[in-house]
């Protein structure tokens, strides 16, 4: 798990990634977020697992937690 600042996470993420982060942290949904990045609720939800696994998450609380 990584601890430091969010620009040190943020280093870690595509431009992609970033978007969808910025977009959780807004307390976005993946359906929100889909319409938001022209994705569908499961597409964005599948970006998001992979996110969650680069920082040894589960949840999007998690990492809500970890970038706040």
Same mark, same amino acid.
């Given at each position: ?19 969808? &982060?910025?977009?959780v %942290?807004? *307390? ?8 938001? @990045? ?11 697992? &992979?996110?969650?696994k %680069?920082? *040894? ?8 937690? @970890?970038?706040?």
């Amino acid at each position: 798990r990584l601890v430091g600042s969010e620009m040190c996470i943020r280093d870690r993420l595509n431009d992609e990634q970033k978007d969808i &982060v910025k977009l959780v %942290k807004q *307390g976005l949904t993946n359906i929100e977020i889909g319409v938001e @990045l022209g994705y569908s609720a499961d597409s964005i939800k599948k970006r998001l697992s &992979v996110i969650y696994k %680069k920082f *040894g998450v589960r949840k999007r609380i998690e990492l809500i937690d @970890l970038i706040s």
